[in-house]
């Protein structure tokens, strides 16, 4: 049963082989044979129009849904001069193919072509088709940046992949041919390697992929998997693998005779072997970045746990190693390779293995304590660590007969018990004679740590007697060694092998190396080779200082069973150099390398325990006897390279800390150089960073929390009303809210750029109902662009920029006035001047020359409400803000080209015809003139000063409208009142302005009102039949026409005693028309009468009204004349420039 289920599914895929097998093997024929009933040229049309409109049709689509339209034009045209034309588009118009029935309808187009013209189209469009499918050059690769080079493989891919199909094809069907009678095997074979080939990056392993899913059984004579990989609901448990195994079989039994087959049976053989061993390299290359993968992923995790964050470099760096890793996956599982390329065991690794996530804690720190290094550790991180402490043996890579562990020569118990005795004593003694140096430490300066140690004189002596003795070395570069010879003329002899290796040591630059080199030396140990090497070690470029920790590390791990080596190199070499050094420490510059590679070696075989601690202390204790010179920078580089070890490690904590005690008194009572100050602290401070506590987390409560997550995460233009009703919701009377919500309403910066005018819309909305609120945030606002401008600290720039953007923002909703935006403006660009003067190239600490911040925070707030300023006296005053801006845009230095296009950007959006002085001189005399005649006007009093600036940012038409020449308000209504304040009828104390509108309290009833309505209306009006079709903006302007002519209310100004009768009479003026003549006369009515009591009362309370409102609008006019002829005076005292040449 279970061969039967694996034979039903394994039917329907050799069932489509061999029905597109038959399809090829028909079109194949076709082709191949010759062609005997050529269609006549003169029953062809030839017209130009179908032959265009043919090609237009192939190069937008050779998809199967063009080929019968496509296939009609072909039989039915000439198309002999139009074949270059047409081969090109067949190119371009295969990108559109992406299903398998849309690349055999092209293949049935082309073959038609090859059909009629095999000698003229054929050459053409395989010319066109290897070319598309051909890899593109090195050296274009070399030229694009890793971002670049992706985008275009990706673009390449996409283009190259139906046309790998179509030509696959075409090899099948006989058009492609490597030669006549054969198939076009060898082609694709060709054409798959090239771009297989030299593909580090596994770019074109996708086009691979899609190609053997299509094409692995003709061209490789493997059947293809099956698409779904689910176990059948009715098999059973362990038959699947026996299922398997017979469909296998079975599909093995139905290949075709040879006879059949498309392609030849070698060049399928070839083409196996050859994507074989390419998948072979792919699965490697796949387990290569799966480990890499994890060893980074180790890393971050790591690192995560030792500072609690994962930098961003190294986050990137893994998120890219991850969509690489992904994505060759991903093109390594879309097709199951044959069983013994590897690819399968690929698979089975990176599933099997578990990844660490970065940022979790996988496992407990307890049980893994070495992942995680202590605060106190000698180790800077556990990488450093790993460096120092994991030495490998060579036991288990060496023989043991080859590295003399079978005659070992270790000393007997006593004798260490012996040698560890000394040492103690030895390290006491050096602790005592520290403990007497700083007791004898004076604080006039005088060091007598020297004069304390009497005892050390002879030892002083002998080491000068040694020094004088041992031969001077002479420092240079290393030997020329033989060159590595080729692998044909590999060395044989261990001298060869061992010139080899020394040759290979400078290139050995990693862990892994110069473990390699350790071994491969061990199997060439011998008296001669380790003198080789020491002296090898002797002659290390002065400059490669990055070499000694690795020479170090080999060094290490020879000493266990070479003691020799390291005990020549520290006593020999070392020691002896550091001695002659000391000796010679008057030449300074020219041994400051050599120095330097003394003390990092030693440092090195420091920490790997070669340099025997009381060695190094020693070292350093006499360059603090003679703390001068250049033994100030030899404590520097001992601090740098081996102080935190040698402070933090049991043996030498108590000593050294008593030297570094010793250190840092001399340090202080002696007056070093700044250089020489420097180096010390940093060294002192790297050894021994200062304690630092755990971060505090600070702890807000939830009402705080929760308005912060509003304005900082919530707030957005959908949700602002949402934000609105939640704050409204607040309890604004507790003191804590209210502190909270000025603080974050105060402190845009926090917030997203683009959210800031969000931020002034909410405080607009909020403004209705808490315009205490609103007022204090706009007060805060000013306060800190002003703290800015006279602090000036880098560090705040961002903060600044955002505080202006948010003031903009503010006048946009009208929450302050245009005149603060003025003001601010003004003080930009004259705070911190002497009397508010810029000058060019003056030095001011808070505005430098080559300090253009100002610049930008000008061009924000531009940028941000200076549209609105474009008419009545707004626009005046920006342009005379923007004249002073030009000149001190000039007082500083050439603009960087960034605040020069930001300047160009802005003074554009606001005025795009303004023109900008190219000079100082220029600017110069724009603001003289600009200040004289603001100057001259300063004593007439403009009719346009009482404007306010709310009128500005109304709604409703404004008055300078109708002073401009433009009138264009079609849609207003004629009746409104449009006239300025100073046209408008005369004061009401003239008795003669009558039919008030009554108030409600004093007027008369309804019947008396329309009665008298109607007796105006007809008095107005003119009872003639012309003038009662009139239209209705006629009547209008005819009621505006409606006033006492001056010359009568002169008149009764001027003659108060008309106005009233003796006999309790009240006269009133009655207005008539005729024609275009106004005609007055007059009525008496009694003075007791509801009309005239009326009259009297509307007019005294609008005379009371109107001269508070004049009052007001005087002390206005005052206040803001004085302030600006205040204004006008200092900066005409303070800028008067005449530049003569």
């Known amino acids: 049963m279970e061969g039967n289920q694996s034979a039903s599914q394994a039917a329907p895929r050799l069932d489509d ?28 049309d030839s017209s130009l129009k179908r032959h ?12 199967f849904d063009n080929r019968e339209q496509i296939q009609k034009d072909v039989d039915t045209l000439t198309l002999e001069k139009y074949l270059d034309e047409i081969a090109g588009a067949v190119v371009e118009g295969l990108s559109r193919c992406k299903t398998e029935r849309d690349v055999w309808g092209a293949v049935e187009v082309i073959s038609s072509l090859h059909r009629r013209f095999p000698k003229s189209f054929t050459p053409a469009i395989v010319g066109l088709l290897s070319s598309a499918i051909s890899a593109p050059s090195k050296s274009y690769l070399s030229s694009l940046t890793p971002e670049q080079r992706e985008k275009d493989d990706n673009s390449r891919i996409a283009r190259q992949r139906p046309i790998v199909r179509v030509c696959a094809e075409l090899a099948l069907v006989g058009i492609i041919q490597d030669s006549p009678g054969r198939s076009g095997g060898e082609f694709m074979m060709k054409a798959i390697k090239d771009l297989i080939s030299n593909d580090p990056t596994l770019s074109s392993l996708p086009l691979l992929t899609i190609f053997l899913k299509s094409y692995s059984r003709p061209f490789l004579g493997i059947v293809p998997p099956t698409a779904t990989k689910q176990v059948s609901a009715d098999s059973e448990p362990g038959t699947l693998s026996d299922s398997v195994a017979n469909s296998d079989a079975n599909g093995v039994a139905q290949v075709l005779n040879e006879d059949q087959e498309l392609v030849e049976q070698e060049t399928r053989e070839r ?10 390299s792919v699965s490697k290359k796949l387990v290569i970045e799966h480990k890499r993968l994890q060893e980074q992923d180790r890393r971050n995790h790591e690192a995560y746990i030792r500072s609690g964050e994962i930098f961003e470099d190294r986050q990137q760096n893994y998120e890219k190693m991850t969509k690489n890793y992904e994505r060759l996956l991903g093109s390594c599982q879309q097709y199951e390779a044959p069983p013994d390329s590897g690819l399968t065991d690929a698979n089975t690794i990176t599933q099997k293995t578990d990844s660490i996530q970065i940022g979790t804690n996988q496992g407990s720190l307890l049980s893994d304590s070495d992942d995680a290094l202590s605060p106190g550790s000698k180790w800077v991180d556990e990488e450093e660590r790993r460096f120092f402490e994991d030495i490998p043996d060579l036991r288990e890579f060496v023989p043991a007969s080859m590295l003399g562990v079978d005659a070992p020569t270790q000393p007997d118990d006593s004798s260490k018990k012996e040698e560890e005795k000394d040492r103690v004593e030895r390290e006491k003694e050096e602790v005592r004679k520290l403990e007497e140096e700083l007791k004898n430490l004076e604080v006039d300066g005088a060091v007598s740590a020297v004069n304390g140690t009497t005892s050390e004189g002879d030892a002083e002596v002998e080491e000068d007697d040694m020094i004088k003795s041992a031969p001077t070395p002479t420092p240079g570069t290393p030997k020329a060694t033989t060159p590595p010879l080729s692998p044909q003329l590999a060395p044989q002899g261990p001298s060869q092998l061992l010139t080899a290796l020394l040759a290979k040591l400078p290139d050995a630059v990693s862990r892994t190396l110069i473990d390699q080199a350790a071994v491969d030396f061990a199997f060439l140990n011998s008296k001669a080779a380790r003198k080789r090497l020491i002296k090898f070690m002797s002659q290390v470029p002065k400059n490669r200082t990055d070499l000694l920790p690795h020479y170090s590390r080999l060094i290490a791990i020879l000493n266990p069973y070479m003691s020799d080596v390291g005990t020549e190199i520290v006593a020999s070499q070392l020691d002896d ?8 420490k008057n030449v300074v510059k020219e041994m400051a390398e050599l120095r330097m590679k003394n003390i990092v070696f030693l440092s090195n075989l420091t920490k790997f325990k070669v340099v025997p601690s009381y060695l190094i202390l020693h070292m350093f204790k006499v360059c603090l006897d003679d703390f001068s010179g250049t033994n100030i920078e030899n404590l520097a580089l001992l601090l740098e390279n081996c102080g935190r070890y040698l402070l933090r490690s049991e043996e030498t904590r108590e000593r050294f800390a008593a030297m570094l005690e010793l250190m840092k008194r001399k340090q202080s009572m002696q007056h070093l150089d700044q250089r020489q100050s420097l180096l010390l602290e940093n060294a002192y401070y790297q050894c021994n960073p200062p304690e ?13 929390l929760f308005i912060r997550h509003l304005i900082y995460d919530v707030l957005s233009k959908k949700a602002i009303d949402k934000v609105l009703k939640l704050l409204r919701k607040l309890d604004w009377d507790d003191p804590d809210v209210r502190r909270v919500l000025h603080k974050v309403f105060t402190k845009p910066w926090k917030i997203r750029y683009s959210n800031i005018s969000l931020l002034a819309m909410l405080t607009y909305d909020l403004q209705r109902y808490r315009p205490a609120f609103a ?55 004259t705070f911190g001047h002497p009397e508010g003067r810029p000058m060019p190239n003056q030095a001011i600490p808070i505005d430098m020359p080559d300090d253009f911040f100002r610049v930008r925070l000008i061009c924000v707030l531009l940028d941000t409400c ?25 007082c500083k230095e050439p603009l960087p080209m960034d605040v020069e296009f930001m300047l160009i950007d802005s003074v554009e959006a606001i005025r795009p015809k303004l023109e900008m002085p190219k000079t100082v001189e220029t600017a110069a005399m724009a603001v003289d003139e600009m200040f004289s005649s603001a100057l001259q006007a300063a004593g007439i009093v403009g009719e346009s000063s009482d404007e306010s600036d709310e009128e500005e940012r109304d709604d409703r038409p404004g008055d300078d409208e109708r002073d401009n020449e433009e009138g264009e308000d079609q849609d207003q209504d004629a009746g409104e009142a449009e006239s300025p304040i100073d046209e408008r009828p005369s004061s009401p104390e003239d008795e003669s302005v009558v039919m008030q509108t009554p108030q409600e309290y004093l007027g008369p009833d309804e019947e008396a009102e329309a009665d008298f309505a109607k007796e105006l209306a007809k008095m107005v009006t003119d009872t ?42 009240t006269n009133f003026v009655v207005l008539s028309k005729r024609g275009n003549k106004q005609a007055t006369r007059e009525i008496a009515v009694p003075s007791t009468s509801a009309l005239a009591v009326q009259t009297r009362s509307a007019q005294l309370q609008d005379k009371v009204e109107q001269q508070q409102l004049k009052q007001l609008v005087l002390n206005y006019e005052q206040r803001e004349e004085a302030e600006e002829l205040k204004a006008l005076e200092a900066r005409s005292r303070a800028i008067k420039i005449r530049l003569v040449g």
């Not at 265009?52 to 998809?63: H, P």
């Not at 083409?271 to 072979?280: A, L, P, Q, T």
Request: aromatic content about 10%; hydrophobic content about 35%; glycine content about 4%.
């Open 775 to 829: 007022i204090s945030v706009v007060d805060q606002i000013l306060e800190d662009i002003r703290r800015g401008l006279e602090q000036n600290v880098y560090s705040t720039n961002q903060r600044r920029v955002a505080t202006v953007k948010f003031l903009g923002e503010l006048y946009i909703y009208r929450l302050l006035s245009s005149g603060i935006i003025f003001d601010t403006l003004w003080t930009v660009v």
């Open 692 to 704: 630092r506590g755990p971060r505090e987390e600070k702890v807000r409560p939830p009402v705080e």
């Open 1024 to 1065: 003639s039949a012309d003038s009662r079709k009139v239209d209705k903006k006629t009547a209008l302007a005819l009621w505006d026409s409606a006033v006492i002519p001056p010359a009568i209310r002169k008149k009764r100004v001027d003659d108060p005693e008309e106005r009233g009768t003796d006999d309790g009479m």
């Open 52 to 63: 265009t409109a043919l090609i237009k049709r192939i190069r937008q689509s050779m998809a």
């Open 17 to 44: 082989e061999m029905a597109r097998h038959a399809k090829r093997v028909k079109l194949k024929e076709l082709n191949l044979a010759s062609v005997s009933n050529q269609q006549e040229t003169a029953k062809l």
């Open 577 to 584: 150099e550091f001695r002659y050094l000391q000796k010679k």
């Open 866 to 890: 200076g549209m609105c300023f474009d008419r009545g006296t707004q626009k005046k005053k920006l342009d005379n803000l923007l004249t002073f801006f030009f000149y001190y845009i000039h």
């Open 271 to 280: 083409f196996k072997r050859m994507c074989e061993g390419y998948f072979e």
